[in-house]
């Protein structure tokens, strides 16, 4: 493991509790100690704001405001244009990695998210 995932901040933004609860269980079974969660868009900004994570997990459907949007708020405010935004979102297209990846998404994970492919992508993005 390169960064060791107690150093990391992470944050979890889904409106699922199930999907909260799965990724918090991977992230803290390897060692993650600093993880927020946030139950739609507009809060895992203003956590975001307050936190300041190394790592955003985004889901994309959502209420309210969509991870798509949010991660696009998220990269054009200075402060936390350099958080990494992974999407993990059940919209498993082509077309819909690209829109993230034009949005500013870091990354892109199709649900269900495995251990093995979640701690690839904080490997990937913390190297």
């Known amino acids: 493991m390169t960064q060791n995932l107690k150093e990391l901040k992470i944050l979890i933004v889904d409106d699922s ?3 909260r609860a799965k990724l918090k269980d991977i992230l803290c079974r390897h060692g ?11 809060d895992g900004i203003d956590i975001a704001t307050e936190k300041m994570p190394d790592i955003i997990f985004m889901d994309v459907t959502m209420p309210g405001m969509s ?7 998220i990269k054009q405010s200075p402060p936390l244009a350099s958080i990494k935004v992974v999407l993990c979102t059940s919209k498993g297209e082509p ?9 500013g998404a870091d990354g892109y994970l199709v649900k269900p998210v495995g251990p093995d492919a979640l701690i690839q ?3 990937r993005l913390t190297i």
């Not at 993650?32 to 507009?42: G, L, V």
């Not at 991870?67 to 708020?73: E, H, L, M, R, T």
């Open 67 to 73: 991870g798509f949007q949010a991660v696009k708020k």
């Open 32 to 42: 993650a100690a600093q993880i927020h969660e946030a139950e739609n868009a507009a």
């Open 95 to 103: 077309t819909d990695k690209v829109w993230g990846e034009r949005q």
């Open 17 to 19: 509790p199930f999907e």
């Open 121 to 123: 992508e904080i490997e």
